[in-house]
T-cell receptor, first 112, second 113 residues
Framework: DAKTTQPNSMESNEEEPVHLPCNHSTISGTDYIHWYRQLPSQGPEYVIHGLTSNVNNRMASLAIAEDRKSSTLILHRATLRDAAVYYCILRSSGAGSYQLTFGKGTKLSVIP | DVKVTQSSRYLVKRTGEKVFLECVQDMDHENMFWYRQDPGLGLRLIYFSYDVKMKEKGDIPEGYSVSREKKERFSLILESASTNQTSMYLC????????????FGNGTRLTVT
């Protein structure tokens, strides 16, 4: 999988929006952008994924740059339960797509 | 919701013991995976299975084997546990290779003494 770059940590105040950035300058045309998060003492949890267009679901929104070299996960109103490590991952639709490469991710702290 | 259940949350074993980690999923998923997670190294794929009795090596298969006799169950076996296998082990499943998300269990923290 192509490499992604994320900030090590971010802070947000409760009930404010959070924008988590991810750079993936070597993304290929068949790579989907996936986001997972891992709460303390739990396994990773799928958040959202997209290819080219912006995506919304009940958990978050994903904004993808026009050149696809970066993306942003948006949590519209951070809650204390959103404190977690967020991973941005590229998954090819071709062979080897099972090989998710989780980097260090971004540790999000939410301040009450 | 998909449920992936790992049989033990914490496990302590001695060096040289044979260790079985069990994982069961309830969504009839074809694909199942075993990862280990270590500080500073992220998640690393050990083995995966795309069908009953089928398995493929991941990035770090040495010292491990797997078994998938039934679709819902995927076992990770440490033939002779060593201290460097002390880690968090995560099982996951997904509906098909490609885009569907992985659903993870809550992990088994294995300590080998």
């Amino acid at each position: 999988d192509a490499k992604t770059t994320q900030p090590n940590s971010m802070e947000s105040n409760e009930e404010e929006p959070v924008h988590l950035p991810c750079n993936h300058s070597t993304i290929s045309g068949t790579d989907y952008i996936h986001w997972y998060r891992q709460l303390p003492s739990q396994g990773p949890e799928y958040v959202i994924h997209g290819l080219t267009s912006n995506v919304n679901n009940r958990m978050a929104s994903l904004a993808i740059a026009e050149d696809r070299k970066s993306s942003t996960l948006i949590l519209h109103r951070a809650t204390l339960r959103d404190a977690a490590v967020y991973y941005c991952i590229l998954r090819s639709s071709g062979a080897g797509s099972y090989q998710l490469t989780f980097g260090k991710g971004t540790k999000l702290s939410v301040i009450p | 919701d998909v449920k992936v259940t790992q049989s033990s949350r914490y496990l302590v074993k001695r060096t040289g013991e044979k260790v079985f980690l069990e994982c069961v999923q309830d969504m009839d998923h074809e694909n199942m995976f075993w990862y280990r997670q270590d500080p500073g190294l992220g998640l690393r794929l050990i083995y995966f299975s795309y069908d009953v009795k089928m398995k493929e090596k991941g990035d770090i298969p040495e010292g491990y084997s797997v078994s998938r006799e039934k679709k819902e169950r995927f076992s990770l076996i440490l033939e002779s546990a060593s201290t460097n296998q002390t880690s968090m082990y995560l099982c996951a499943s997904s509906g098909a290779l490609g885009i569907p998300p992985l659903h993870f269990g809550n992990g088994t923290r294995l300590t080998v003494t």
